[in-house]
T-cell receptor
Framework: DAGVIQSPRHEVTEMGQEVTLRCKPISGHNSLFWYRQTMMRGLELLIYFNNNVPIDDSGMPEDRFSAKMPNASFSTLKIQPSEPRDSAVYFC????????????FGSGTRLTVV | DQQVKQNSPSLSVQEGRISILNCDYTNSMFDYFLWYKKYPAEGPTFLISISSIKDKNEDGRFTVFLNKSAKHLSLHIVPSQPGDSAVYFCAASSGGSNYKLTFGKGTLLTVNP
């Protein structure tokens, strides 16, 4: 199993540009989570999906952020337009359901908006 | 408002000694707690968990203790090894069908040889 795969690993973009982060969860996992890590706020949950349906998006900071999960093997997090304060590491995680083994995280995408 | 707090940003320990990482929570609905370990440039990895019906869970060198009345949990690592040097995150969930985890800000553990 290749684990949770995120792309790109690093993204540098100019303020105002659209940014799309991608995630492929572990096959068979039916829950998917997007987290953002910053020094000030630590790991924050942005949104999570269960069986491809968004369940809780209360952590999405602004309307500039959107997430989709068109099928069980792919999800995107889009920021449009991007701002310097969006600079952070964005993690995707998946879970088979239940918390016994926690989530499996991807390696993250380090986003820098200049 | 931080519902899961790790008040020590960093901790330094000698190899072979015990490492104790602490975590406090404020939400009384939390009933499942987890610890994650994170190395630089990698995602967090699950380490150990505990349900609120227990007060202790042990897995090899790692033991998590839960004090529900104090809303406090701790992770003990004995003996500590240099490879344990990482950021440790405490996380909590209100359980049921809600798989949402709320994380603390993390504690950087350094184990010196």
């Amino acid at each position: 199993d290749a684990g949770v795969i995120q792309s790109p690993r690093h993204e540098v973009t100019e303020m105002g540009q659209e940014v799309t982060l991608r995630c492929k969860p572990i096959s068979g996992h039916n829950s998917l989570f997007w987290y953002r890590q910053t020094m000030m706020r630590g790991l924050e949950l942005l949104i999570y999906f269960n069986n491809n349906v968004p369940i809780d998006d209360s952590g999405m900071p602004e309307d500039r952020f959107s997430a989709k999960m068109p099928n069980a093997s792919f999800s995107t997090l889009k920021i449009q337009p991007s701002e310097p304060r969006d600079s952070a590491v964005y993690f995707c995680a998946s879970s088979p359901g239940g918390l016994g083994y926690g989530y499996t995280f991807g390696s993250g995408t380090r986003l820098t908006v200049v | 408002d931080q519902q899961v707090k790790q008040n020590s940003p960093s901790l330094s320990v000698q190899e072979g000694r015990i490492s104790i990482l602490n975590c406090d929570y404020t939400n009384s609905m939390f009933d499942y707690f987890l610890w994650y370990k994170k190395y630089p440039a990698e995602g967090p990895t699950f380490l150990i968990s505990i349900s609120s019906i227990k007060d202790k869970n042990e897995d090899g060198r790692f033991t998590v203790f839960l004090n529900k009345s104090a809303k406090h949990l701790s992770l003990h690592i004995v003996p500590s090894q240099p490879g344990d040097s990482a950021v440790y995150f405490c996380a909590a969930s209100s359980g049921g069908s809600n798989y949402k985890l709320t994380f603390g800000k993390g504690t950087l553990l350094t184990v010196n040889p």
